[in-house]
């Protein structure tokens, strides 16, 4: 059985740090490209970026470029989503997801049709 389980969320201020973590079961992790994506209330669930099997970042949201980061620990089955210089706008419930696809894009292959939705961590970011 396939399963994501996400932690690490909270409530902080504006300005501050979390690090958010995946932990993936059920699956050879290693060979799996992994999407975090958050959604916040009354709006659609966005792509904040994702990790390859290689560990190369994908997909980076423009709205978390250069605050936001994203790694993979293969021993440990866990990706990381290492959040910096939170802002109220970065409120959501975030989750992780394994991609089922590689989408030739003409410079590289890119994850695509995410599965097995974990049930996310919750942040809130107070200003």
């Known amino acids: 059985q396939i399963q994501l389980v996400e932690s690490g969320g909270g409530l902080v201020h504006t300005g501050d740090s979390l690090r958010l973590s995946c932990v993936v079961s059920?699956?050879?992790?290693?060979?799996?490209?992994i999407g975090w994506f958050r959604q916040a209330p009354g709006k659609e669930r966005e792509l904040v970026m994702a990790?390859?099997?290689?560990?190369?970042?994908?997909d980076t949201a423009d709205s978390v470029k250069g605050r936001f980061t994203v790694s993979r620990d293969n021993a440990e089955k866990t990706v990381y989503l290492q959040m910096a210089d939170l802002q109220p706008e970065d409120t959501a419930r975030y989750s992780c997801?394994?991609?089922?696809?590689?989408?030739?894009?003409?410079?590289?292959?890119?994850?695509?049709?995410?599965?097995?939705w974990g049930q996310g961590t919750q942040v809130i970011v107070s200003s």
């Open positions: 997801a394994t991609a089922t696809t590689r989408v030739w894009d003409g410079s590289g292959y890119q994850p695509r049709d995410y599965a097995n």
């Open positions: 059920g699956l050879t992790f290693s060979s799996y490209d």
């Open positions: 990790i390859d099997w290689k560990g190369e970042t994908k």
